[in-house]
């Protein structure tokens, strides 16, 4: 990374503050200083009192998340980590894992990096003037199913069918027989 790659998170970042609180500047700045939550919160100032509430608050507000994501960008610029070498450095540190918890906490993270997490929104257009939404919601499953270019689930009683079809072949098949393997005289 340049200095234009930092000077443009640097933008966005001040462009991602304006319009925060006092509290909410200073909270965004605590953790991206590395402070975990608790202490960031005190360091905003904000409410003893609640400060878990206050802090859930402050993580769920869209301006606050967009502030500390552009931080989080204006950190990695500045020590040029890509996506790419936390991903290898969590891919370096598996063989390190001593049990199957870690292995599965590595994993999540990985997937979390690659954002294998992240909700996808899926647009359907159709566009059929014979289909009004009164319609729509009136088809089954199978039909709409078609319409969005996706094979139809089974059917209601078709289970019942493949389940009989499946124990029919699977009584088919024998056990093979045993082979009497005679020992070759010395």
Same mark, same amino acid.
């Given at each position: 990374m340049d200095s234009r790659d930092i000077q443009l998170a640097k933008t966005s970042l001040a462009e991602a503050c304006v319009g925060l609180t006092d509290a909410q500047r200073l909270y965004?700045?605590?953790?991206?200083?590395?402070?975990?939550?608790?202490?960031?919160?005190?360091?905003?100032?904000?409410?003893?009192?609640?400060?878990?509430?206050a802090?859930?608050?402050?993580?769920?507000?869209?301006? =606050?998340?967009? &502030?500390?994501? $552009?931080? #989080? *960008? /204006?950190?990695?610029?500045?020590?040029?980590?890509?996506?790419?070498?936390?991903?290898?450095?969590?891919?370096?540190?598996?063989?390190?894992?001593?049990?199957?918890?870690? =292995?599965?906490? &590595?994993?999540? $993270?990985? #997937? *979390? /990096?690659?954002?294998h997490y992240a909700a996808e929104k899926v647009e359907i257009n159709v566009n059929r003037r014979d289909l009004t939404a009164e319609r729509l919601a009136t088809l089954?499953?199978?039909?709409?199913?078609?319409?969005?270019?996706?094979?139809p689930p089974i059917a209601e009683g078709?289970?019942?069918a493949l389940s009989a079809e499946f124990e029919v072949l699977s009584s088919s098949l024998q056990e093979p027989e045993p082979i009497d393997v005679e020992p070759e005289p010395e």
């Open positions: 965004v700045e605590a953790r991206a200083q590395g402070l975990n939550k608790t202490a960031a919160g005190k360091f905003a100032g904000l409410s003893e009192g609640n400060l878990q509430k802090i859930r608050r402050m993580e769920a507000h869209p301006k =606050v998340r967009t &502030a500390m994501s $552009e931080a #989080a *960008k /204006l950190t990695a610029a500045k020590l040029e980590i890509t996506r790419t070498d936390a991903v290898q450095g969590m891919l370096d540190a598996l063989p390190m894992c001593a049990t199957a918890t870690e =292995v599965i906490m &590595a994993w999540r $993270e990985i #997937a *979390k /990096l690659l954002g089954p499953t199978s039909e709409l199913m078609k319409l969005v270019g996706s094979p078709q289970s019942e």
